[in-house]
Structure formats: C-alpha cells, structure tokens
C-alpha cells in the first residue's frame, strides 16, 4: 500500500525559530509537494519538486524554503518562524505523469507562538 | 490563486439521501480530480476525469465534466454517516509537470 509519512501529526514552536518539516514516501515518486491549509482558503501549494534536488515556487512561497536530497524524503523549512505560519502543512506525492493522482500524508499541524 | 471554487461550501443531508457538489474552473484543464478529507486527515483521492470524458462512475460516486462550461459536479448516491467529510476538487494543467490546484472544498455532514 502506497504511504506519505510526515514526522510529526503536531508541533509546537516559537517565533523565530527555525523550523523543519520532514516527508518521506515509499512509492519510488518523481513529484513531490509541500501545501497549507487555512480555513476558508483550502490547500495552496508553497513548493514543489519534480525531481531530487530540483525545486520550484508554489503560489505562496515565501518565508519557506525546501530540500530535496533524495527521491523518498522532501523537505520544508521554515527559516524563521512567525506567527502568521500557523497552520496544517500537508506533504504529497505522485508519479510524474499529469494524470495521475497525488497520495497525501495524514498532516502536520504546526503551532507558532 | 485558486482555480476550482466548489459549491455549496457545506451541505447536510440524511443519510440515504444523494449529495451533489459542484466545481467551477477558469481555464483549460488536462483533467480533474476529486479528493475527500475526513477530520484532521490527509486527502485521498477518489476520482478522475480527463477533459475528453464527460462522465465516469465509481461504486457510488458519479463525477461529471461539461468543459464547455468548465464546471464538474460530484454526485454520492445513497449517502452513509461515514461520508461526513470535506470534498475538494483539483484541476490538473497541461504542462511538463504535474500542477494540481484545489479548490476551497465542500463540508459534507451525513445525519445517521
């Protein structure tokens, strides 16, 4: 059965920090995704990779950074927490032909105080 | 920005009854999916449908397409307590990569 893991279901930290946010799959993926999610708005896309140590800009980027080291693990980093970073973090997954569905993991739900 | 907008933004039935969701879109789209998120999960997909169909069934879902009108609608048939969840639709681009947009998601409440 396919499987996104994220590291942590919730998180607490304080401003400033720096923060990170692990996903790892087990599905030999070439696409991988980093979204939040806000009530009222739905699931925006931070950043995405399409392959190991490549990366490209979602529609809400900054303050986030990501890495890529391997095919199974994406990272996302917050370089220096802030309040307004409060929310569920949602990592996915998908083979990287367009027609094929993302896996999700079951979510980190970071706090920022 | 957001491509699909789902409507209603929630919706409470009995169970039995069919529950209908619709998706609107902006622009041309490779295909579209329809996830579902029970609470404080992850999304799992349940459906897709290429721009080239305009219907397609599984087990009690029925997803339509009209690309003419850029809008698809998302039936559940004879719906259970256990389909209390949100349900969100995603239009995919042509492109080189995969960029799947969600939109802002249907709360579903099924009443035992």
């Known amino acids: 059965d396919v499987k996104v893991t994220q590291s942590s279901r919730y998180l607490v930290k304080r401003t400033g920090e720096k923060v990170f946010l692990e996903c790892v799959q087990d599905m030999d993926h070439e696409n991988m995704f980093w979204y939040r999610q806000d009530p009222g708005l739905g699931l925006r896309l931070i950043y995405f990779?399409?392959?190991?140590?490549?990366?490209e800009k979602g529609d809400i980027p900054e303050g986030y950074s990501v890495s890529r080291e391997k095919k199974e693990r994406f990272s996302l980093i917050l370089e220096s927490a802030s309040t307004n970073q409060t929310s569920m973090y949602l990592c996915a997954s998908s083979p990287s032909r367009g027609d094929q569905p993302q896996h999700f993991g079951d979510g980190t739900r970071l706090s920022i105080l | 920005s957001q491509q699909g907008e789902e409507d209603p933004q929630a919706l409470s039935i009995q169970e039995g009854e069919n529950a209908t969701m619709n998706c609107s879109y902006k622009t041309s789209i490779n295909n579209l999916q329809w996830y579902r998120q029970n609470s404080g999960r992850g999304l799992v997909h349940l459906i897709l449908?290429?721009?080239?169909?305009r219907e397609k069934h599984s087990g009690r879902l029925r997803v339509t397409l009209d690309t003419s009108k850029k809008s698809s609608s998302l039936l559940i048939t004879a719906s259970r307590a256990a389909d209390t969840a949100s349900y969100f639709c995603?239009?995919?681009?042509?492109?080189?990569?995969?960029?799947?947009?969600f939109g802002t998601g249907t709360k579903l409440q099924v009443i035992p």
């Open positions: 995603a239009t995919v681009y042509s492109g080189g990569y995969q960029k799947v947009t």
């Open positions: 449908i290429r721009s080239n169909e």
């Open positions: 990779s399409y392959d190991v140590k490549m990366k």
